[in-house]
């Protein structure tokens, strides 16, 4: 019988009935251990979870959870990387275990949770296959979710993992262009392993397509450019591209001929995931990502002020995505009208996103390394 303190919220539980799953973009240890992510389960319709470099080390950085494995492991003679690897791991397999009633009332669809590959590795295919395969033995779940960054390199080690039954979760697309390569990925990898004789049914993957920094990036290039018609494109582009990144998934998804071969072997759709959608400027709407967003079959990942943004004021309409893909793409004409230069945009990005994951990961290796001498033995950490 649920009680009225573990009622979801109504306006959580309506996004989730219009075929939006809400994952919560945050880990740790704490977060865990408190109760807090089965709360999120109970009352915010939180059916996923979503890791990052950044995410990690706000969490190793913060109060004491940490310490007492950090101290064994110190007392083991782990190095940092070792030590971040375990750390990391026992995280997100807890996580899974918290989440894995609903990966079963779901069949696999969710109860998910992500662990991002090393993002030193991201122009490096073979590597980022290594350790994909690593990560998913050394977790040993079946919700679990490996990252791959959609780079250059990353496309073929996407395929590849997929090709070895491991359930993928690619990151870092800010274009519609490099979006329609990933699910070129997901489908050479379904191949692969439908061949290589494995059960596609249990292979499942979501594409992260990253919202508000495209905004971010296109309003800056739109305020220099200083016209009326480019001012009035502001906050216009992230949601626009969002939308036609979702026309490409139907495509691929409900009307393409090479997936409904594989379909016919069991094989699911690569769900398109809005990530990056906590506002970054305060002149819009905090649940814009959001509302905007609503579409069957996705995923919306958001950082916890924007879940209870969303849970305190979102206003769910229904499918605001399917109708406003003309629209979205007259948006875009006009962003090009104004000379925004897309390709760049989207290059920058992508640039911009590794190097701050990379300093996270720098930062991370600095913060562990400082908690294993503290923890070392003789020393009076």
């Known amino acids: 019988m649920t009680s009225q303190t573990t009622a979801q919220n109504e306006v959580l539980a309506a996004l989730s009935a219009q075929g939006v799953s809400v994952w919560l973009?945050?880990?740790?240890?704490?977060?865990?251990?408190?109760g807090n992510l089965a709360d999120l389960i109970a009352t915010r319709s939180v059916v996923g979870v979503t890791t990052n470099p950044s995410i990690?080390?706000?969490a190793l950085s913060k109060g004491h959870a940490y310490d007492a494995q950090v101290r064994e492991l110190a007392a083991g003679?782990?190095?940092?990387?070792?030590?971040?690897?375990?750390?990391t791991t026992d995280d997100v397999r807890s996580a899974c275990d918290v989440l894995a009633p609903v990966y079963e009332a779901t069949g696999g669809l969710d109860g998910r949770v992500s662990i991002e590959v090393d993002p030193r590795l991201a122009h490096a295919t073979a590597e980022t296959v290594a350790q994909a395969k690593e990560l998913w033995r050394v977790v040993d779940r079946p919700n679990l979710f490996i990252k791959i960054p959609a780079t250059v390199a990353g496309l073929p080690a996407i395929a590849r993992v997929i090709g070895e039954g491991i359930s993928v979760n690619v990151t870092l697309i800010f274009s519609v262009e490099r979006y329609e390569r990933v699910i070129e990925a997901y489908l050479d990898g379904l191949t692969a392993a439908k061949a290589a004789g494995h059960?596609?049914?249990?292979?499942?993957?979501?594409?992260?397509?990253?919202?508000?920094?495209?905004?971010?990036?296109?309003?800056?290039?739109?305020?220099?450019?200083?016209?009326?018609?480019?001012?009035?494109?502001?906050?216009?582009?992230?949601?626009?591209?969002?939308?036609?990144a979702y026309a490409s998934y139907r495509k691929a998804f409900e009307s393409g001929a090479r997936f409904e071969q594989l379909a016919e072997a069991g094989a699911r759709p690569q769900r398109a995931l809005w990530a990056s959608t906590g506002v970054k400027n305060p002149e819009y709407s905090d649940t814009m990502y959001v509302t905007e967003l609503?579409?069957?079959?996705?995923v919306n990942t958001m950082p916890e002020k924007t879940l209870e943004a969303v849970a305190d004021h979102g206003e769910i309409t229904g499918d605001t995505v399917t109708g406003n893909i003309a629209a979205?793409?007259?948006?875009?004409?006009?962003?090009a009208s104004v000379g925004i230069d897309l390709p760049d945009v989207f290059r920058k990005l992508e640039d911009e996103g590794?190097?701050?994951?990379?300093?996270?990961w720098s930062e991370l290796l600095d913060a562990t390394s400082e908690q294993l001498t503290a923890h070392a033995p003789g020393s009076e950490g």
């Not at 973009?25 to 408190?34: M, T």
């Open 328 to 335: 979205a793409q007259q948006v875009f004409d006009a962003l």
């Open 294 to 298: 609503v579409a069957p079959n996705t």
């Open 77 to 87: 003679g782990a190095d940092v990387e070792e030590t971040i690897l375990a750390v």
């Open 25 to 34: 973009d945050d880990l740790s240890r704490e977060r865990i251990e408190s």
């Open 56 to 58: 990690f080390q706000a």
């Open 354 to 360: 590794l190097e701050k994951f990379v300093s996270s």
């Open 199 to 244: 059960d596609l049914s249990k292979i499942h993957s979501v594409a992260s397509f990253f919202v508000s920094r495209v905004d971010t990036e296109i309003d800056s290039r739109l305020e220099e450019i200083g016209t009326d018609a480019a001012l009035a494109l502001r906050g216009e582009a992230g949601v626009a591209n969002a939308r036609l």
